[in-house]
């Protein structure tokens, strides 16, 4: 390690004491996938205890409503767990953003149980990459600012998650307040094996398009029914349709229909978006609007749309550039190649830039084979990775900003 201070010596020593590993076997023991309610409270007051170690005020912060589309059309509430939310100075000058989920993929009734470490220096297990292992190492690396000098220069926020896999709309209110304000955030999505960041992401919509039709005798009378399948497919084929450069769309199911002598009156379908731009938002949504009056009109049916485009595009813009480049530079200083490519993938990271705020999302360790039975978390990059976010968080201190 070269070009480091004095200060960043000593905060990235610290670290060796960090009980990260520890931490990742005891929070992958606990099933927290998204729908375990009484997993993911599990979860959230060990984390609460855990984070308690930092000073400022901490709460569990209860979700926002959140409705579904069931597969009869109606609309119900959604269940989520509790968020944590914790602040630290919030009168000092300098503000800072750091988030994390505490769900994972994997339900109670998911046979991926349980943690294996491997010959190659790596743990397999549910959530040990995405991300239980980004929030051990989050903590670790506040911890030792908090035990440096420049601690008083900066205030932060921590946000924590319950639904970040299912796409935060019980957070989203949640980390939109928390961003005010803030020079920049750091989430801890898992970065590639190799080290490589998610750079520019695009952005994401889901959809639920409720389609009634009118039910009669498919011998007797079907001229008198209006086929609320058929209407659906109709749909799901013009939406295809407008998908193109910039613009993915996926038509990924159509739920109803029963016997086949009834002329279905009810189909659901399920669609979702993935602009590269908020230029191709606007697209999908004109997409979207056109499709529907066209297929109510000539099916004669009713329609009505649920969902919106709840994770808009991620670009590099200026103020990211220079998180980034901060970022590669402390990587250097550490002796690590920090580089970054764009992705299709989603995540909070999304959110925050929406808000203004740079971002860099994938601080967290290195890791491979998520949201599958080969998740694998590489342990030596525990101490690699919090040290990169430690010395990232003293050099805004030490500037004041980016």
Same mark, same amino acid.
């Given at each position: 390690?070269?070009?480091l201070?004095a200060v960043?010596?000593?905060?990235?020593?610290?670290?060796?004491?960090? @009980?990260?590993?520890?931490?990742?076997?005891?929070?992958?023991?606990? &099933?927290?996938?998204?729908?375990?309610?009484?997993?993911v409270?599990?979860?959230?007051?060990?984390?609460?205890?855990?984070?308690?170690?930092?000073?400022?005020d901490?709460?569990?912060?209860?979700?926002?409503p959140v409705?579904?589309?069931g597969?009869?059309g109606?609309?119900?509430?959604?269940?989520?767990?509790?968020?944590?939310?914790?602040?630290?100075? @919030?009168?000092?000058?300098?503000q800072m953003?750091?988030?994390?989920h505490?769900?994972?993929?994997?339900?109670?009734?998911?046979p991926?149980q349980?943690?294996? %470490?491997?010959?190659?220096?790596?743990?397999?297990?549910? #959530?040990?990459?995405?991300?239980k292992?980004?929030?051990?190492?989050?903590?670790?690396?506040?911890?030792?600012?908090?035990?440096?000098?420049?601690?008083?220069?900066?205030?932060?926020?921590?946000?924590?998650?319950?639904?970040?896999?299912?796409?935060?709309?019980?957070s989203?209110?949640l980390?939109?307040q928390?961003?005010?304000g803030?020079?920049a955030?750091?989430?801890?999505?898992?970065?590639?094996?190799?080290?490589?960041?998610?750079g520019?992401?695009?952005?994401?919509?889901? %959809?639920?398009?409720?389609?009634? #039709?009118?039910?009669?005798?498919?011998?007797?009378n079907?001229?008198e029914?209006?086929?609320?399948?058929?209407a659906?497919a109709?749909?799901a084929?013009?939406?295809?349709?407008?998908?193109?450069? #910039?613009?993915?769309?996926n038509?990924?199911k159509?739920?109803?229909?029963?016997? &086949?002598?009834?002329?279905?009156?009810?189909?659901v379908?399920?669609?979702?978006?993935r602009?590269?731009?908020?230029?191709?938002?606007?697209r999908?949504?004109?997409g979207?609007?056109?499709a529907v009056?066209?297929?109510?009109?000539?099916?004669?049916?009713k329609?009505?749309?649920?969902?919106s485009?709840?994770?808009?595009?991620?670009?590099?813009?200026?103020?990211?550039?220079?998180?980034?480049?901060?970022?590669?530079?402390?990587?250097?200083?550490?002796?690590?190649?920090?580089?970054?490519?764009?992705?299709?993938?989603v995540?909070?990271? &999304? &959110?925050?830039?929406?808000?203004?705020?740079?971002v860099?999302?994938?601080m967290?360790?290195?890791?491979?084979?998520i949201?599958?039975?080969?998740?694998?978390?590489?342990?030596d990059?525990l101490?690699?990775?919090?040290?990169?976010?430690a010395?990232?968080?003293?050099?805004?201190?030490?500037?004041? #900003?980016?």
């Amino acid at each position: 390690m070269t070009g480091l201070s004095a200060v960043e010596q000593d905060s990235i020593a610290r670290l060796a004491d960090a @009980p990260m590993l520890a931490q990742v076997e005891q929070w992958a023991a606990i &099933n927290s996938g998204t729908r375990n309610l009484a997993g993911v409270a599990t979860m959230a007051a060990r984390l609460t205890d855990a984070f308690a170690a930092l000073p400022g005020d901490i709460a569990l912060v209860d979700p926002a409503p959140v409705t579904s589309v069931g597969a009869d059309g109606a609309t119900a509430n959604l269940q989520h767990g509790r968020h944590l939310h914790l602040r630290v100075r @919030p009168n000092a000058h300098t503000q800072m953003l750091f988030t994390g989920h505490m769900d994972t993929v994997y339900p109670a009734d998911h046979p991926f149980q349980s943690l294996t %470490f491997r010959d190659d220096g790596t743990l397999n297990g549910p #959530g040990v990459a995405d991300m239980k292992s980004g929030l051990a190492l989050m903590l670790a690396a506040l911890t030792s600012v908090e035990a440096s000098p420049l601690a008083s220069r900066i205030g932060y926020e921590v946000v924590i998650n319950s639904d970040e896999e299912t796409g935060s709309l019980s957070s989203a209110g949640l980390l939109a307040q928390a961003a005010r304000g803030k020079v920049a955030a750091l989430t801890y999505e898992p970065a590639l094996p190799d080290g490589t960041l998610a750079g520019a992401r695009g952005g994401t919509g889901n %959809f639920s398009i409720v389609v009634r #039709g009118r039910s009669a005798h498919a011998g007797r009378n079907p001229e008198e029914g209006r086929n609320a399948i058929v209407a659906a497919a109709d749909l799901a084929l013009r939406l295809s349709k407008a998908g193109g450069p #910039g613009l993915a769309v996926n038509p990924a199911k159509i739920e109803g229909g029963g016997p &086949n002598n009834v002329v279905p009156d009810l189909a659901v379908l399920r669609v979702n978006f993935r602009p590269a731009s908020q230029d191709d938002i606007v697209r999908a949504r004109a997409g979207i609007d056109a499709a529907v009056a066209i297929v109510a009109t000539e099916h004669d049916v009713k329609i009505d749309v649920h969902g919106s485009f709840n994770r808009p595009p991620k670009p590099i813009d200026l103020g990211a550039a220079k998180l980034f480049d901060l970022v590669k530079h402390a990587g250097t200083d550490l002796g690590l190649m920090i580089g970054w490519r764009a992705t299709g993938g989603v995540c909070d990271g &999304n &959110n925050i830039a929406a808000c203004g705020v740079p971002v860099v999302d994938t601080m967290g360790a290195r890791g491979g084979a998520i949201h599958s039975p080969d998740e694998f978390l590489i342990v030596d990059s525990l101490a690699e990775r919090a040290a990169l976010s430690a010395l990232t968080v003293l050099r805004i201190a030490e500037k004041g #900003g980016l």
